[in-house]
C-alpha cells in the first residue's frame, strides 16, 4: 500500500557538504510524492530489531548477548584492543545502531577480560575528517580510552601475505589485539561483487593507498577484493585477530547482531542475507523502464540510499550486478578506467548505464569522492549554486559540474527533469528508513511488479548467485533463529 | 587535467612544526623550517589536494580559493605517440585507459611526463595533477608506469614521508596455487587477468586535441602544443608559462 512520504534523513554538519541551512526543501516535500515499505513489496523480509518499539536498547542488548558468545580469552586484563571500525556503519539509519554496538562490544571486552585499555581505529573513505566528525557527533570519545579516525595516508606498516606486501595503516594494528566490526549492508556491490564482503575492510577501511590502489587498479573487478583476504589471513593479522562483530543489516533496517571468531562463517551468513534481501530490492529497482533518481542524502554522490541500495547500484541496476559471470558492473572503476576517448570503449564487456535512468536531480548530496563520472554519464541538475560551487572546488571532482546544470530551487529543477525526460517516475535516495519515497506513478509499478520480482529471485536468480559463489543458503539458520553455537 | 583552484593557508598560531603535512603531501610542497619549526609552503609545488588540511592535528591549515586557476596536464603529443603506448602497453595499461579517477587523467599522460623527464611519483603529479584529488587510488599506476621504464622507486624523503611505500601485486603476479586455492569462492583471477589483456590491446589513437578528460566537454582552455602547466584568470583564458 502507499503511504504518506517518510521522513528523509536530516541533513549533517559537515566539512564535506553544505550549510544543511541551504537544503531548503527535500525531495519527500515535493508534492504527488509518496512512500512504500519494503515490507509491504515483499513480506519476506526479515523482522527488524531497530528501528522497533525498544529503541536502540535493542541493539545494545543484542550485541551484549552475541558477544558473549564469542571467545575473548586471547584479551588479558593489561593488554591493549583496537576495535576497528569503518565510518560506512554512521550512514545507516542515522549511525546510533552503529555507535551502540560499538560502545556495547567495548562494555563487553572490559566487563568479560578485565582489559581497560580498548580503543577505537575508524577507518575512512577518502574524506579523512569525516571519522572524526563521527567520533565526535556520537561522543565515542568519551568511551573508548582512545577513538581517532585512521586514513589511507597515514604512516603504513608492511604485512607480508601470500601474494606479496601489501599495506596497512600503523595505528590500525597499534595494539595487542584487534577486533573487526562491521555491518552487512550490501552497499558497493559494484566493488566486491559479494566475494568476501565481510572482509573487505582489510583491504580498504585499514588498509593503506598502496593496498586500496592496487585493490582498485591491480588485481581485476572480481578479484580485487582477494587483497582483503590475503591482509586477513596473514600472519601478522591473524597474530592480532580475536573475534568480528556485524550489524545485521536488510532493507528495512538492522535485523540481528551477529559476533563470531570465525570470519569466514559470519562472512558466509553476510553474503547469503545479502543476496537474499538486497537482491530483491536490486532487480525490482532494475525492471524499471524509465525514471528519475534524486539525490538527498548526506554522502557522497554514489553513497546516498534508496531502499537499502546506493545510487552506485543503481547505475547498474538493469544488469544484475550479482551475476559474477558478467566481468564489469556499470560502475566502478575498472568500469570507468575503460571509457577511452569519446566516450570510446575500450573493451565490448562495458554494459553501459541503467538506461532507465534518465536524469538525475542532486539536491543534496557530499563532496569528498570521484564523482566526474556521475555527472559525465547522467543528465545531472544540482540545486543552488552553493553545492554547484563546493563540488566545483573539490579536488576530487574538479570536473562534475562540468557536466552538471545548476537550478536554483528544488521544485524547478524537479519541473524541468520531468518536462524533458517525459517521465513521472521519481525515485529518492534520502535513506527513508525501511522504505522508499517515491512519485505514486512509481509507486503502483513497483508494487505491480514486487510479486513477481520475489518469485524470480527466489527461484531463479538466488540460486544462480549462491552458486557462482560456492554457498548454501542454509547457512542463514544460525542467524535467523539467532542459535549460535557457545565458544568453546 | 587538474584545474587547481584552492590552496592551504597556514595559521602559524596553531602549528605545531609535527611533519605531518609534510608526511602526506603527494607533492612534497610542504616542509618545516628548522629554526621556526614551522610548517612552510612552497606554493608553485601545491596542487590543491588538501592531505595537509585534513590531516593537520591542530587544524592549523585551511584550503582557500586561489585568485587565479591553475591547470596542469602533460600533453601526450609532446613525444612520439608510438613510445607512449609502448610504455603504457610495457605495463599493463591502455594508453587511453583512465588511471586517476579524480583528475580523469589517462595512463598516456603519466608515460609523457615520464618520457620528458619525470622520475618520480612526486614529479609526475606536480606536473600532470594525478594524484591531487584523493591521492590514493592512482598509487599504483605511477608506480607500474615508472618501473615499466625502468625506473626504481625509492620512497620520497628518504623513507620519512608516507607518500608511497611501494607497488604491491598485481593479477599476472598472483600465484597458480593461490587461484587454485580459492576458485571455488568467486574470485576470477583468470577470467579478469583476460579482460584487462583484452583492453590494454585495444587500439590507440593519439589525441587530436589537448583534451584529457571523459568527454569532449572537458577541455583544455586554447594553448600552445607546448605548454605544459599555465595560469588561466577565471578558468578560461591562459596566459601562458611554462612549469619550471
Same mark, same amino acid.
Given at each position: 500500500?502507499?503511504?504518506?512520504?517518510?521522513?528523509?534523513?536530516?541533513?549533517?554538519?559537515?566539512?564535506?557538504?553544505?550549510?544543511?541551512?541551504? @537544503?531548503?526543501?527535500?525531495?519527500?516535500?515535493? +508534492?504527488?510524492?509518496?512512500?512504500?515499505?519494503?515490507?509491504?513489496?515483499?513480506?519476506?523480509?526479515?523482522?527488524?530489531?531497530?528501528?522497533?518499539?525498544?529503541?536502540?536498547?535493542?541493539?545494545?542488548?543484542?550485541?551484549?548477548?552475541?558477544?558473549?558468545?564469542?571467545?575473548?580469552? #586471547?584479551?588479558?586484563?593489561?593488554?591493549?584492543?583496537?576495535?576497528?571500525?569503518?565510518? $560506512?556503519?554512521?550512514?545507516?539509519?542515522?549511525?546510533?545502531?552503529?555507535?551502540?554496538?560499538?560502545?556495547?562490544?567495548?562494555?563487553?571486552?572490559?566487563?568479560?577480560?578485565?582489559?581497560?585499555?580498548?580503543?577505537?581505529?575508524?577507518?575512512?573513505?577518502?574524506?579523512?575528517?569525516?571519522?572524526?566528525?563521527?567520533?565526535?557527533?556520537?561522543?565515542?570519545?568519551?568511551?573508548?580510552?582512545?577513538?581517532?579516525?585512521?586514513?589511507?595516508?597515514?604512516?603504513?606498516?608492511?604485512?607480508?601475505?601470500?601474494?606479496?606486501?601489501?599495506?596497512?595503516?600503523?595505528?590500525?594494528?597499534?595494539?595487542?589485539?584487534? @577486533?573487526?566490526?562491521?555491518?552487512?549492508?550490501?552497499?558497493?556491490?559494484?566493488?566486491?561483487?559479494?566475494?568476501?564482503?565481510?572482509?573487505?575492510?582489510?583491504?580498504?577501511?585499514?588498509?593503506?593507498?598502496?593496498?586500496?590502489?592496487?585493490?582498485?587498479?591491480?588485481?581485476?573487478?572480481?578479484?580485487?577484493?582477494?587483497?582483503?583476504?590475503?591482509?586477513?589471513?596473514?600472519?601478522?593479522?591473524?597474530?592480532?585477530?580475536?573475534?568480528?562483530?556485524?550489524?545485521?543489516?536488510?532493507?528495512?533496517?538492522?535485523?540481528?547482531?551477529?559476533?563470531?571468531?570465525?570470519?569466514?562463517? =559470519?562472512?558466509?551468513?553476510?553474503?547469503?542475507?545479502?543476496?537474499?534481501?538486497?537482491?530483491?530490492?536490486?532487480?525490482?529497482?532494475?525492471?524499471?523502464?524509465?525514471?528519475?533518481?534524486?539525490?538527498?542524502?548526506?554522502?557522497?554522490?554514489?553513497?546516498?540510499?534508496?531502499?537499502? =541500495?546506493?545510487?552506485?547500484?543503481?547505475?547498474?541496476?538493469?544488469?544484475?550486478?550479482?551475476?559474477?559471470?558478467?566481468? =564489469?558492473?556499470?560502475?566502478?572503476?575498472?568500469?570507468?578506467?575503460?571509457?577511452?576517448?569519446?566516450? %570510446?570503449?575500450?573493451?565490448?564487456?562495458?554494459?553501459?548505464?541503467?538506461?532507465?535512468?534518465?536524469?538525475?536531480? $542532486?539536491?543534496?548530496?557530499? @563532496?569528498?569522492?570521484?564523482?566526474?563520472?556521475?555527472?559525465?554519464?547522467? !543528465?545531472?541538475?544540482?540545486?543552488?549554486?552553493?553545492?554547484?560551487? &563546493?563540488?566545483? $572546488?573539490?579536488?576530487?571532482? *574538479?570536473?562534475?559540474?562540468?557536466?552538471?546544470?545548476?537550478?536554483?530551487?528544488?521544485?524547478?529543477?524537479?519541473?524541468?527533469?520531468?518536462?524533458?525526460?517525459?517521465?513521472?517516475?521519481?525515485?529518492?535516495?534520502?535513506?527513508?528508513?525501511?522504505?522508499?519515497?517515491?512519485?505514486?506513478?512509481?509507486?503502483?509499478?513497483?508494487?505491480?511488479?514486487?510479486?513477481?520480482?520475489?518469485?524470480?529471485?527466489?527461484?531463479?536468480?538466488?540460486?544462480?548467485? &549462491?552458486?557462482?559463489?560456492?554457498?548454501?543458503?542454509?547457512?542463514?539458520?544460525?542467524?535467523?533463529?539467532?542459535?549460535?553455537?557457545?565458544?568453546? | 587535467?587538474?584545474?587547481?583552484?584552492?590552496?592551504?593557508?597556514?595559521?602559524?598560531?596553531?602549528?605545531?612544526?609535527?611533519?605531518?603535512?609534510?608526511?602526506?603531501?603527494?607533492?612534497?610542497?610542504?616542509?618545516?623550517?628548522?629554526?621556526?619549526?614551522?610548517?612552510?609552503?612552497?606554493?608553485?609545488?601545491?596542487?590543491?589536494?588538501?592531505?595537509?588540511?585534513?590531516?593537520?592535528?591542530?587544524?592549523? @591549515?585551511?584550503?582557500?580559493?586561489? #585568485?587565479?586557476? #591553475?591547470? =596542469?596536464?602533460?600533453?601526450?603529443?609532446?613525444? /612520439?605517440?608510438?613510445?607512449?603506448?609502448?610504455?603504457? #602497453?610495457?605495463? %599493463?595499461? $591502455?594508453?587511453?585507459?583512465?588511471?586517476?579517477?579524480?583528475?580523469?587523467?589517462?595512463?598516456?599522460?603519466?608515460?609523457?611526463?615520464? &618520457?620528458?623527464?619525470?622520475?618520480? !611519483?612526486?614529479?609526475?603529479?606536480?606536473?600532470?595533477?594525478?594524484?591531487?584529488?584523493?591521492?590514493?587510488?592512482?598509487?599504483?599506476?605511477?608506480?607500474?608506469?615508472?618501473?615499466?621504464?625502468?625506473?626504481?622507486?625509492?620512497?620520497?624523503?628518504?623513507?620519512?614521508?608516507?607518500?608511497?611505500?611501494?607497488?604491491?601485486? *598485481?593479477?599476472?603476479?598472483?600465484?597458480?596455487?593461490?587461484?587454485?586455492?580459492?576458485?571455488?569462492?568467486?574470485?576470477?583471477? /583468470?577470467?579478469?587477468?583476460?579482460?584487462?589483456?583484452?583492453?590494454?590491446?585495444?587500439?590507440?589513437? !593519439?589525441?587530436? +586535441?589537448?583534451?584529457?578528460?571523459?568527454?569532449?566537454?572537458?577541455?583544455?582552455?586554447?594553448?600552445?602544443?607546448?605548454?605544459?602547466?599555465?595560469?588561466?584568470?577565471?578558468?578560461?583564458?591562459?596566459?601562458?608559462?611554462?612549469?619550471?
Amino acid at each position: 500500500m502507499k503511504r504518506a512520504p517518510i521522513p528523509p534523513r536530516e541533513p549533517r554538519v559537515s566539512s564535506y557538504s553544505v550549510d544543511p541551512a541551504l @537544503i531548503r526543501k527535500r525531495g519527500a516535500q515535493l +508534492d504527488g510524492i509518496c512512500s512504500l515499505e519494503i515490507r509491504d513489496l515483499f513480506p519476506d523480509q526479515p523482522e527488524v530489531i531497530y528501528p522497533s518499539s525498544k529503541g536502540i536498547a535493542a541493539v545494545r542488548e543484542e550485541t551484549l548477548r552475541q558477544m558473549s558468545r564469542v571467545d575473548l580469552s #586471547r584479551i588479558k586484563p593489561g593488554d591493549s584492543v583496537n576495535v576497528l571500525g569503518s565510518r $560506512h556503519g554512521f550512514t545507516l539509519l542515522g549511525g546510533e545502531p552503529y555507535a551502540e554496538m560499538l560502545r556495547a562490544i567495548r562494555d563487553a571486552v572490559t566487563e568479560r577480560t578485565g582489559c581497560r585499555r580498548v580503543n577505537l581505529r575508524m577507518g575512512q573513505g577518502l574524506r579523512y575528517r569525516e571519522g572524526e566528525e563521527y567520533i565526535r557527533a556520537f561522543k565515542l570519545d568519551s568511551c573508548f580510552s582512545n577513538a581517532i579516525a585512521i586514513a589511507p595516508i597515514d604512516k603504513g606498516i608492511p604485512i607480508p601475505t601470500e601474494i606479496g606486501t601489501l599495506y596497512g595503516i600503523s595505528k590500525a594494528y597499534d595494539a595487542d589485539w584487534i @577486533i573487526h566490526t562491521h555491518n552487512s549492508d550490501v552497499r558497493e556491490i559494484h566493488f566486491h561483487r559479494m566475494v568476501d564482503r565481510a572482509v573487505k575492510p582489510f583491504g580498504m577501511s585499514y588498509a593503506r593507498l598502496e593496498t586500496r590502489s592496487g585493490y582498485h587498479q591491480n588485481l581485476g573487478p572480481r578479484a580485487a577484493n582477494f587483497i582483503a583476504r590475503a591482509i586477513f589471513d596473514s600472519d601478522f593479522v591473524q597474530s592480532k585477530y580475536v573475534c568480528s562483530a556485524f550489524l545485521m543489516v536488510a532493507p528495512a533496517g538492522i535485523v540481528a547482531v551477529d559476533c563470531d571468531n570465525d570470519l569466514y562463517a =559470519l562472512n558466509d551468513r553476510v553474503v547469503v542475507a545479502g543476496m537474499k534481501y538486497y537482491g530483491k530490492v536490486v532487480t525490482i529497482l532494475g525492471s524499471i523502464d524509465s525514471c528519475i533518481a534524486m539525490l538527498d542524502f548526506p554522502a557522497p554522490v554514489p553513497y546516498v540510499f534508496a531502499g537499502g =541500495l546506493i545510487y552506485g547500484n543503481f547505475l547498474g541496476a538493469g544488469h544484475d550486478l550479482f551475476d559474477i559471470e558478467k566481468p =564489469l558492473p556499470s560502475y566502478t572503476f575498472y568500469t570507468e578506467a575503460y571509457y577511452g576517448r569519446g566516450e %570510446r570503449h575500450l573493451t565490448s564487456r562495458i554494459p553501459g548505464i541503467n538506461p532507465a535512468l534518465k536524469m538525475t536531480i $542532486h539536491n543534496y548530496a557530499m @563532496i569528498g569522492y570521484p564523482s566526474e563520472f556521475f555527472a559525465a554519464k547522467v !543528465p545531472t541538475v544540482v540545486v543552488g549554486r552553493e553545492q554547484a560551487d &563546493l563540488f566545483r $572546488h573539490d579536488p576530487q571532482s *574538479t570536473g562534475y559540474m562540468n557536466h552538471a546544470l545548476v537550478a536554483d530551487d528544488l521544485a524547478t529543477a524537479a519541473e524541468f527533469a520531468r518536462r524533458v525526460t517525459g517521465t513521472d517516475k521519481l525515485l529518492i535516495f534520502d535513506g527513508a528508513a525501511g522504505g522508499f519515497n517515491v512519485s505514486e506513478p512509481l509507486a503502483d509499478y513497483l508494487l505491480k511488479v514486487a510479486p513477481e520480482v520475489s518469485r524470480k529471485v527466489d527461484e531463479e536468480l538466488l540460486p544462480r548467485w &549462491l552458486r557462482q559463489r560456492g554457498m548454501e543458503a542454509s547457512v542463514l539458520a544460525a542467524w535467523r533463529t539467532r542459535k549460535y553455537p557457545q565458544a568453546a | 587535467m587538474r584545474i587547481v583552484n584552492t590552496v592551504p593557508v597556514l595559521d602559524e598560531s596553531k602549528c605545531i612544526g609535527c611533519v605531518i603535512c609534510s608526511s602526506v603531501c603527494p607533492t612534497l610542497a610542504w616542509s618545516v623550517d628548522r629554526k621556526t619549526k614551522l610548517a612552510v609552503l612552497d606554493e608553485p609545488r601545491c596542487f590543491g589536494c588538501v592531505n595537509c588540511e585534513s590531516r593537520c592535528p591542530t587544524y592549523a @591549515i585551511k584550503m582557500v580559493a586561489r #585568485r587565479e586557476d #591553475r591547470f =596542469l596536464y602533460v600533453d601526450p603529443r609532446l613525444v /612520439d605517440y608510438a613510445e607512449v603506448e609502448a610504455l603504457c #602497453r610495457k605495463a %599493463r595499461f $591502455h594508453p587511453e585507459q583512465v588511471v586517476c579517477f579524480c583528475t580523469s587523467s589517462r595512463a598516456e599522460e603519466i608515460a609523457a611526463a615520464i &618520457l620528458t623527464g619525470s622520475r618520480t !611519483p612526486e614529479e609526475i603529479s606536480a606536473r600532470t595533477g594525478i594524484r591531487s584529488g584523493c591521492t590514493i587510488e592512482c598509487s599504483q599506476p605511477l608506480l607500474r608506469m615508472l618501473e615499466a621504464a625502468g625506473i626504481p622507486h625509492r620512497p620520497a624523503l628518504g623513507g620519512k614521508g608516507w607518500q608511497i611505500y611501494g607497488r604491491v601485486p *598485481t593479477a599476472w603476479e598472483i600465484p597458480e596455487s593461490v587461484k587454485k586455492k580459492y576458485a571455488d569462492r568467486g574470485f576470477h583471477f /583468470d577470467q579478469d587477468i583476460a579482460l584487462m589483456e583484452e583492453v590494454i590491446a585495444a587500439p590507440a589513437e !593519439p589525441p587530436a +586535441d589537448a583534451s584529457a578528460g571523459h568527454s569532449p566537454i572537458r577541455r583544455l582552455p586554447e594553448a600552445a602544443p607546448e605548454t605544459l602547466d599555465f595560469t588561466a584568470s577565471n578558468g578560461t583564458s591562459p596566459a601562458g608559462s611554462r612549469q619550471q
